[in-house]
């Protein structure tokens, strides 16, 4: 754990949190500003910012105790959480001192998208279209988070923006091996460029694509290209436990997710305006 930033007597505020409230302001900043250009209510966001994190902390810390990491798992298994329920120094209540799910995060934080979006009765598509942009860049901000704790790193480089691990799995635990210089991939930087990546593409198809853009096209795309970089750059980090056909569990949330937007942006083809056959009329109105 890293040393704490601000400390205010008993408190004392991390990095990692920092970062992440960061990300949550500059996230609910952009979502206001695509909400009021599209003459959409901001209430929504404040929803979002009241039950996101609430989603997102619980439901990681439950795919973190279910599955702990490797470099975690010989002192904190999944046994000894269920064992130690009450526990507030280390137990499973005990979420000031780490140890958050992604996939769980992830989980929590789409849901949140949903159950807002249901709650108060929203056109899905021009809420996703709105709000998916905003979402990754709270996505990209918040990767940095992991690198600020050097978790979730890569295996090791020369590369010179490596960094040197916090908690070693056990596959990198011999120092004579992986010397305590040793650097590793610092693989949640990828992914908050991917993450910024894919909003610019996004952001730039959105202002200048010559053709009109169906509404919910944008959020299933941005989201299609989020969750295509979940996928591949987990298979860059090392402490983590892999399960079915050797995919963790952010892998599979990330294939599942691809599918679901694939079927979704199908399905709804059909409600889609044939714009060609509106240009064809319009021209013949104008001769």
Do not use: K
């Amino acid at each position: 754990m890293t040393p704490p930033v601000v400390q205010v007597g008993p408190i004392s505020i991390g990095a990692f949190a920092l970062i992440i409230l960061l990300a949550l302001i500059v996230g609910a900043l952009l979502a206001v500003v695509r909400l009021r250009q599209s003459d959409q209510p901001l209430l929504p966001i404040l929803d979002l910012l009241l039950l996101g994190p609430i989603l997102a902390i619980v439901l990681g810390r439950l795919f973190y105790i279910w599955n702990p990491p490797p470099s975690a798992a010989d002192l904190f298994s999944r046994s000894w959480y269920l064992s130690n329920l009450l526990d507030l120094q280390a137990g499973p209540l005990a979420v000031w001192t780490g140890g958050l799910g992604s996939a769980g995060l992830l989980l929590g934080a789409l849901s949140s998208l949903v159950l807002v979006m249901l709650l108060r009765v929203m056109d899905w598509r021009h809420w996703i279209d709105r709000i998916i942009p905003a979402f990754l860049l709270t996505c990209s901000i918040a990767a940095l988070a992991n690198l600020a704790n050097r978790h979730l790193l890569g295996p090791p480089t020369t590369l010179p923006w490596g960094l040197t691990l916090a908690n070693r799995p056990p596959a990198y635990a011999d120092l004579l091996t992986f010397p305590p210089e040793t650097l590793f991939h610092p693989t949640p930087g990828y992914v908050a460029l991917w993450m910024l990546f894919s909003l610019v593409v996004v952001l730039l198809i959105e202002r200048f694509w010559a053709r009109p853009i169906s509404p919910g096209r944008i959020g299933i795309l941005d989201l299609g290209l989020a969750a295509t970089g979940w996928l591949v750059f987990d298979f860059l980090r090392i402490d983590l436990n892999t399960g079915l056909l050797g995919l963790t569990g952010l892998q599979w949330l990330s294939v599942v997710l691809l599918v679901s937007l694939v079927l979704l942006d199908r399905l709804t083809a059909a409600h889609r305006p044939d714009h060609s056959t509106e240009r064809v009329a319009t021209d013949l109105r104008e001769c």
